[in-house]
């Protein structure tokens, strides 16, 4: 039976093979894709997190453990959108100007597909122009902001403003490691969620409700 510790273990070691094998497994098993997520995926990139904080494993390491996320992600994220059905919105969600970090958004991303929204997703080192520019091409009614770096936050404030100046209606919400219900307030976003569950919350508060 698959067990979502080696499931944490194998992303922690950067073990991509194994981290594939193990969510195949476990979803051909029937185990919830959310438990996977959360008990597999993230704990084990949790644990990285932690100890590239502590310097006790390097870029390196952090980046052979994403990549095996990544790759079981690429497993998990059809069974995450399978349990939606109509599409409840349009979202558009990126990374800020200046910002490589992905999992996170990515995982905002499934999550938001697994409840039913349809996603286009900006990347990563999105421009407040290119926001704009997507906004306005997608048409989609709720536009998320992810910024991992306290350098790349400010980012966050001046897509807000592009987006307002050219006239785009759509709410805004904004996340990642950094950011704070406070600096929302400050930068009048719409709202921020500290994780991606909550993230699926906001947005069914900001454009379903
Ligand atoms: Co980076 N990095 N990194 N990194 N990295 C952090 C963020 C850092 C905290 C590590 C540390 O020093 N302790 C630190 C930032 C410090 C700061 O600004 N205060 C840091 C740094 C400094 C850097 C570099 C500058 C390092 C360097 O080159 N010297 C560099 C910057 C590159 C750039 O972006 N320009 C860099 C590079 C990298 C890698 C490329 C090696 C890699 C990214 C790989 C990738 O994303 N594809 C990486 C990683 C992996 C991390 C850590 C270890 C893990 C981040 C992560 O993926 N967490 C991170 C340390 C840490 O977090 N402890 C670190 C897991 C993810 C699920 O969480 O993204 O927070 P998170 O997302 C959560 C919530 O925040 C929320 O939901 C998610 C799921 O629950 N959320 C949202 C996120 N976005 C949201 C949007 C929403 C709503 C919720 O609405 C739209």
Redesign the pocket.
């Known amino acids: 039976m698959a067990d979502m510790k080696d499931l944490a273990d194998a992303i922690i070691k950067g073990d991509m093979k194994t981290a594939v094998e193990v969510t195949k497994k476990a979803l051909d098993e029937g185990v919830e894709p959310q438990k996977v997520l959360n008990d597999g995926l ?1 704990a084990g ?1 949790g644990v ?3 100890r ?2 502590a310097n006790e494993v390097y ?1 390196p390491e ?2 052979i453990a ?1 990549r095996a996320m990544k790759s079981a992600m690429e497993v998990l994220e059809p069974k995450l959108t399978e349990a939606g059905v109509e599409p409840v919105g349009k979202a558009l ?1 990126g990374t800020v100007q ?8 990515n ?2 991303i499934m999550m938001l597909k697994g409840n039913g929204f349809e996603v286009v997703d900006a990347g990563v080192d999105v421009s407040p122009d290119a926001f704009v520019e997507k906004a306005r091409s997608s048409g989609a009614k709720l536009i ?3 910024a ?4 790349t936050m400010p980012a966050m404030e001046k897509t807000i403003q592009a987006l307002r100046n050219a006239g785009v209606e759509a709410k805004i ?6 950011i704070t219900q406070a600096y929302s307030d400050k930068i009048q976003a719409d709202g921020y ?4 569950a909550s ?1 699926v919350d906001l947005a069914m508060d900001l454009v379903v409700a």
């Open positions: 993230v990139m990285i997190g932690k590239f904080k870029i952090v980046l994403a969600i200046g910002d490589l970090h992905d999992i996170g958004k995982l905002v998320g902001l992810s991992l770096l306290t350098t919400m904004i996340g990642g490691a950094p969620a500290p994780d991606a993230a």
